[in-house]
């Protein structure tokens, strides 16, 4: 059910070009692990602080450019109320259903990037409607399918970070009541933030999804 909702509407244009400049770098190898250093995202890297099993949001940022095309494209996905924050429970049924949809997406979409998909570097974030798609498509398809298994939208967080070759790249953060799970397009397993290895950049707000904050955490040391 999509919920209807007046949108502020200079949250969707803040910081056009950060968000632009920022995720050309996304675009470029997402669908593939093995990838040349990028200089897109340099930050100091530091580790999380011991049992941290969320990680610690900061202050306001630039929205991605795909997610604002994405909403102009789509208003009705955007057009939603804020919400209070909440996480999923972890129940053994509901990790059952997050591993079932991780793979689901990762078997039923065929790799392709950006530029070939789409013939352009301006970064295209939508769902998988030829079945094709890099990384934040397998993302955005992944949190369609768990709203529409009844998970609260307020847990489901497109997420960007840098991956283990250091390339831009987007991830589904799931909150749930024993800390951050990802899923994502290059692992079939479900994993604690913690344990990817990747450099966390930024990721939607709980309470409205057109509102993003920082994080810039390194999580942990990655594992399978």
């Not at 949001?57 to 494209?73: K, L, M």
């Not at 399918?145 to 847990?155: C, I, S």
């Amino acid at each position: 059910m999509v919920l209807a909702v007046k949108r502020s509407p200079h949250v969707l244009t803040s910081s056009f070009l950060f968000g632009l400049v920022s995720l050309v770098g996304v675009s470029s190898l997402c669908i593939s692990p093995a990838a040349a250093q990028s200089t897109w995202f340099k930050r100091p890297s530091t580790q999380p602080a011991a049992g941290a099993n969320s990680a610690a949001v900061g202050a306001r940022t630039s929205v991605p450019y795909g997610w604002i095309d994405f909403c102009h494209r789509r208003p009705k996905e955007c057009k939603v109320p804020a919400l209070p924050a909440t996480s999923v429970k972890l129940t053994a049924q509901n990790l059952r259903t997050l591993k079932r949809i991780n793979q689901k997406a990762n078997r039923s979409i065929k790799p392709v990037s950006n530029y070939d998909h789409w013939g352009t570097m301006m970064d295209h974030w939508d769902y998988p409607v030829d079945g094709k798609g890099d990384c934040k498509i397998y993302a955005l398809y992944k949190r369609k399918l768990l709203l529409e298994a009844g998970f609260p939208r307020q847990a489901l967080l497109m997420t960007v970070v840098r991956d283990l070759s250091n390339e831009g790249h987007t991830i589904l953060t799931v909150k749930t009541d024993k800390g951050d799970l990802v899923l994502d397009n290059l692992v079939d397993g479900i994993r604690p933030w913690n344990a990817t290895g990747y450099y966390f950049l930024k990721r939607q707000s709980q309470q409205n999804p057109n509102t993003w904050v920082s994080i810039n955490q390194r999580g942990g040391t990655p594992k399978t």
